[in-house]
């Protein structure tokens, strides 16, 4: 039951036009949720208590994800979003940062998602339990914003706080939450209920800042993830109730059509902002291959799977079981009762909600605000091949949330102890919640985990085949991750990844032929898949095809423009083929974005010598040996940059020093010719006969030995 608070008279509110702002059934009678400070106090207990629900709530969620400082990245987006991706792991530099707003990497323009991941690698490297704790915090501050918006739009606080700890608990937010790469939900929702802060007290008296601030946050919001770009239709609601900006819905008065078409022109700048994100995201998901054709997800299929995921949706609300990471697209696998009885559910509600909506506004409110959040994600426009995702209800199901917060009191109304009833069965349900979440959360340990519960709990899930097979793949496990990259080829054949990811394991036991065919096959299916035509071309090289592999290279650098592996691979072929400038030109692109930084500047060494530019790279190897004075490699170009430099005394101690620690025919064959060069001809042969004695196979180092001996016998 809701603690009502004292009689306040008109005056100590600001009541404009003799009008309580909010006074809507449903209610409480102050306009913003607040009570006024009392004389001489700092804050009153109404305040005393929001602040202790907000702070037993950050302890419940603490509580709940507490593991997963100790979690991993998983083999599902992290991988795309946070460890492979180069410009993410570098961290925050202005370069990166104008890329975030400038790609559509991962299929979506969401630049602040981005910079975010970027903080995280600048501040904390590739520490992914610091990674997730980052985003529980968030998801803290989330549920907080929730539980202080709610309250100072109805007044009604324990109701407030109910809902904000369902949001806080369920299950179904644990994805959104435990998965790196959905930093994405847990942004936007921030920001988005930021907007919606902001937005009340420009509803209630017209302040031009708290408009500003809305808009502003509603653009970060889509800024992180366009999810949100239904943000408009749901201030529509909120002016319905609880602000009580629109009397009621009904357009059969003049009078209040003209309200609201007034609050409809009130949300173009939101209504444009919308327009922007949602034509962006539709360009960048149909740039990466993302949306699918009619041909593979027919209309009629598409109409069908939203109407059962609707219900889907709020039955996992209520009974949240059964959760996992990828649920696979039904396609043509629903059944007419299915399909029929999601859609009478569908229609009865929103009959009652609308034939109730002056009664019972919360109803209609939280169920329309349901149905007008999940627009974006329902499969109407299908991204991917999954049917329903638990990452897509974070901020939908608020709206049942509200109908259950509402509606239960007044269900229970007239019974006996129906006090003790809503704090009994408030508690209880919240408690089970929680163990479930807690349960849930324990399932995204680790990447095995996570997908043998997917295919333990689908059929013919071949994502989850996948990325399992990905994850045997990464613990040393190539048969078993060969057996499930075949059982997803085998459930959908034109996965392009799979092939690519089996020619992989394929390639790593030997099997070399068949590795060429998957990725020929990926190619067929996904011409520009930069890791295939990358892999593909390490196949021809070792064939000697260095033209086509070449143009595979090419292909990849132009699909993938910051893969130093790509561009590292080229370069060493264009080495290989005399093309020692346009070498040095994709290693000096490498470099700004490897994490192997020695490989790279060796590779960049060997360009610069191959082009005569002794000192350059004499200048590189040095600094490389100021990092690492014992690195072999890098001692032994810097010797071969001196001999090209007309300094052979420096060479000499170069590879003396290299022979120290250690000796190696190569390097007695790089003395004696460094040695020769000095004139210390006696001394060379001695190096040379040993290279020669340790290598005795070794054509080369005999024809040195011999072209010096010659030259003795000459001088003599």
Known sequence: MERMPHPITKGSIGVRNNQHLGATPGTASWPDGRRPLDAGTAMDPHRRLSVLLALLLAVAVLLV????????????????????????????????????????????????????????????????????????????????????????????????????????????????????????????????????????????????????????????????????????????????????????????????????????????????????????????????????????FPLDVRVFNAIVAYVWYAIKTVWPRHLVVYYPHPRFGLGPVELFGSLMILAGISYLAVRYAKQRPYLFVGWFGYLGMLVPVIGLVQVGSQGVADRYSYVPIIGLFLIAAWGLPELLAGRRRRRMMLWCGGILALAILGVLSARQVGHWRNSAVLFERALALTEDNARAHSCLGLAHFRDGRIEDAIFHYRESIRIDPDYDAVHTNLASALYSVGDVGRARYHLERALRLYPQNPVANTNLSIILLADGDFEAAIARLRIAVENAPDSPKSREVLAQALLDTGRAKEAESHLRHALRYTSTQRETRLMLARSLLAQNRSTDAIGLLSLMLREDPEDLDALGLLGEGMVKANNPSGAVAVFERQLTLRDSPNVRNNLGIALASAGRLHEAVRQLSEAVRLAPQNDVFRNNLETIQQAMRKTE
């Open 65 to 296: 994800y507490r593991p997963v400082k100790n979690f991993g990245f998983v083999d599902f987006d992290d991988r795309g979003y946070v460890t492979n991706n180069v410009r993410v792991t570098n961290g925050l530099t202005w370069e990166n940062i104008y890329w975030a707003f400038t790609t559509f990497h991962g299929a979506n323009w969401h630049p602040l998602t981005w910079i975010s991941h970027m903080a995280d690698c600048q501040f904390f490297g590739l520490n992914a339990g610091a990674h997730h704790q980052t985003s529980v915090m968030i998801h803290i501050v989330n549920t907080v914003l929730l539980l202080l918006l709610l309250t100072r739009m109805t007044g009604a606080l324990w109701k407030s706080a109910f809902v904000a700890a369902l949001f806080a608990l369920h299950p179904l937010h644990v994805e959104s939450v435990a998965m790196i790469s959905e930093r994405k939900d847990v942004l936007s929702a921030c920001f988005g209920f930021l907007a919606v802060y902001f937005y009340i007290p420009y509803a209630r008296e017209k302040r031009p800042g708290p408009y500003v601030l809305s808009l502003a946050c509603f653009a970060l919001s889509i800024m992180a993830k366009p999810m949100m770009v239904t943000l408009p239709f749901l201030l529509l609601l909120f002016d319905f109730w609880p602000l009580g900006r629109v009397p009621d819905i009904s357009l059969r008065s003049g009078k209040n059509v003209r309200k609201l078409a007034a609050l409809v022109v009130e949300k173009i700048p939101f209504l444009c902002l919308s327009a922007l994100s949602s034509i962006l995201t539709v360009f960048a998901q149909g740039q990466a291959g993302a949306v699918k054709t009619l041909e593979a």
